[in-house]
């Protein structure tokens, strides 16, 4: 299967804790993204980190990549209790297909 | 206005029957996808269409045929449905690489 993992499946933390999720990919990428997926709701993009880049932040998040281990990181710091969702890595090949590549997904809940 | 939208929200059906789920963008964007969300929560692509064409089939079964009138229309109809079939279908639209998804069909086949 070319689906990335995720881990850890699911975490629970207090507000205002910091949250990491990780994914780890198979095959070469021309950039990797994150998704965040509200309950019975359609997934949002969140950020997208380049091949040729090993971190970028937007706002409270902070994401690396490390291309020669296949792996990505998201930090979400300052957790809020609307923070929480499920967390899905995307990975892109480039090319003519335009063909994201999801990971099996993190479930964050984010307690008040 | 929404970005990409799908209809219908929730379809329950029987084995057997024939159904079709609607999906527009008003993005302007040329490449639209249809990705297949299973009760574990797994997104695996099914199609994606560049300008009206098809550009990848990700081993679909026959039973799913995706319609593509214009750019900014691709819709899916579904033959003879199976218990398997249930799941949470979704709808996306790409430009540069990043998607945007519809709030999803649930179809649940009984």
């Known amino acids: 299967s070319q689906q990335g993992e995720e881990d850890p499946q699911a975490l629970s933390i207090q507000e205002g804790e910091n949250a990491t999720m990780n994914c780890s990919y198979k095959?070469?990428?021309?950039?990797l993204q994150w998704y965040r997926q509200n309950s019975g709701r359609g997934l949002v993009h969140l950020i997208l980190i380049r091949s040729n880049e090993r971190e970028k932040h937007s706002g409270r998040l902070r994401v690396t990549l490390d291309t020669s281990k296949k792996s990505s990181s998201l930090l979400i710091t300052a957790s809020r209790a609307a923070d929480t969702a499920s967390y899905f890595c995307?990975?892109?090949?480039?090319?003519?297909?335009?063909?994201?590549?999801f990971g099996t997904g993190t479930l964050l809940a984010v307690q008040p | 206005d929404t970005a990409v939208s799908q209809t219908p929200k929730y379809l329950v059906t029987q084995m057997g029957n024939d159904k079709s789920i609607k999906c527009e963008q008003n993005?302007?964007?040329?490449?639209m996808y249809w990705y297949k969300q299973d009760s574990k929560k797994f997104l695996k692509i099914m199609f994606s269409?560049?300008?009206?064409?098809?550009?990848i089939n990700e081993t679909v079964p026959n039973r799913f045929s995706p319609k593509s009138p214009d750019k900014a229309h691709l819709n899916l109809h579904i033959n003879s449905l199976e218990l398997g079939d249930s799941a949470v279908y979704f709808c996306?639209?790409?430009?540069?690489?990043?998607?945007?998804f519809g709030q999803g069909t649930r179809l649940t086949v009984v």
């Open positions: 269409y560049n300008n009206k064409e098809l550009i």
């Open positions: 993005l302007g964007h040329d490449t």
């Open positions: 095959t070469s990428i021309n950039n």
């Open positions: 996306a639209s790409s430009q540069e690489g990043v998607a945007f």
């Open positions: 995307a990975t892109d090949r480039g090319g003519a297909t335009n063909k994201l590549i």
